[in-house]
């Protein structure tokens, strides 16, 4: 399994960024892709994910309302449009992709992951 996301940048508070996760070389029918957020310092932490066998969206507490979670499955390819961006969003952004996903927000339940992309919002 390969994921690459990309989108990450600069952006000023109130600004948008829209991440990609391309996900590629894996053969599973149900997946989750999740999106993750590790600011320095900090625990990793989940922000939003996808199940792609029912479509349901998942978002934390933080994001829900500025952030929006989309997926193309025709270029396997889950976005995350981020919008209002706040100081306290600044984090490598990271996607990633299991199978048995219970709890869609728990990192240690996903095998694979992306490298990660910067973002980084001045106030």
């Known amino acids: 399994v390969q994921l690459v996301e990309s989108g990450g940048g600069l952006v000023q508070a109130g600004g948008s960024l829209r991440l990609s996760c391309a996900a590629s070389?894996?053969?599973?029918?149900?997946?989750?892709i999740g999106w993750f957020r590790q600011a320095p310092g900090k625990e990793r932490e989940g922000v939003s994910a996808?199940?792609?066998?029912?479509?349901?969206?998942y978002y934390a507490d933080s994001v829900k309302g500025r952030f929006t979670i989309s997926s193309d499955t025709a270029k396997n390819t889950v976005y995350l449009q981020m919008n209002s961006l706040k100081p306290e969003d600044t984090a490598v952004y990271y996607c990633?992709?299991?199978?048995?996903?219970?709890?869609?927000?728990?990192?240690?339940?996903?095998?694979?992951w992306g490298q990660g992309t910067q973002v980084t919002v001045s106030s």
């Open positions: 070389r894996f053969t599973f029918d149900d997946y989750v």
């Open positions: 990633a992709l299991d199978t048995r996903v219970v709890s869609p927000y728990n990192p240690y339940e996903y095998r694979y």
């Open positions: 996808i199940n792609d066998s029912d479509g349901n969206t």
